[in-house]
T-cell receptor, first 113, second 112 residues
Framework: GESVGLHLPTLSVQEGDNSIINCAYS??????FIWYKQESGKGPQFIID?????DKRQGQRVTVLLNKTVKHLSLQIAATQPGDSAVYFC????????????FGRGTSLIVHP | KAGVTQTPRYLIKTRGQQVTLSCSPI?????VSWYQQTPGQGLQFLFE???????NKGNFPGRFSGRQFSNSRSEMNVSTLELGDSALYLC???????????FGPGTRLTVL
């Protein structure tokens, strides 16, 4: 899910498919993670969060998985819809410390009807 | 409940000038954070204000500053603008520091 330069990784799926977006985080001390969705021309929107004492958390049509061993986070979207088309990015933070979040570069999700 | 509002939405400045951006948080929210978003660097944390005090600061030069008023409205100032300051500046508010954040639509700053 990380990108270099101007181009974001892109995930193209068909409507109704399940989508998995990945994110590698850098700080082993990070203990709070958030997924955001950003539609064109809008600010980011909170989707789901997870703390490091959990491996999995589910929301409505979304699931976040956390693998602390390899510092990897994933967002699963079930039955993807055209309205899910957006840029998704993760953020990490040390919840016990100061609030200074670090964001991934994002993945562009394109859902084809 | 009204969302986070930011003014202006678009701004064009020239190098060397200074700029002030404004953010009105959701009513009742006392924390306001500012972010810079560029294609090259992505989304980066600038600073956070809570109850009129800067609580946390990202890794940006001193040309970037901010303040928060007693009504929780916040302003961000960038002095001596550089071409690289061209970006989308986002603010987000939350009830408490580090809580779930609600973002505004951003101010698109272009430095010529």
């Amino acid at each position: 899910g990380e990108s270099v330069g101007l181009h974001l990784p892109t995930l193209s799926v068909q409507e109704g498919d399940n989508s998995i977006i990945n994110c590698a985080y850098s700080n082993s001390a990070s203990d709070y993670f958030i997924w955001y969705k950003q539609e064109s021309g809008k600010g980011p929107q909170f989707i789901i969060d997870i703390r490091s004492n959990m491996d999995k958390r589910q929301g409505q049509r979304v699931t976040v998985l956390l693998n602390k061993t390899v510092k990897h986070l994933s967002l699963q979207i079930a039955a993807t819809q055209p309205g899910d088309s957006a840029v998704y990015f993760c953020a990490e933070n040390r919840d016990g410390g100061s609030y200074i979040p670090t964001f991934g570069r994002g993945t562009s999700l394109i859902v084809h009807p | 409940k009204a969302g986070v509002t930011q003014t202006p939405r678009y701004l064009i400045k020239t190098r060397g000038q200074q700029v002030t951006l404004s953010c009105s948080p959701i009513s009742g929210h006392r924390s306001v954070s500012w972010y810079q978003q560029t294609p090259g660097q992505g989304l980066q944390f600038l600073f956070e204000y809570f109850s009129e005090t800067q609580r946390n600061k990202g890794n940006f030069p001193g040309r970037f500053s901010g303040r928060q008023f007693s009504n929780s409205r916040s302003e961000m100032n960038v002095s001596t603008l550089e071409l690289g300051d061209s970006a989308l500046y986002l603010c987000a508010s939350s009830l408490v520091s580090g809580g779930e954040q609600f973002f505004g639509p951003g101010t698109r700053l272009t430095v010529l």
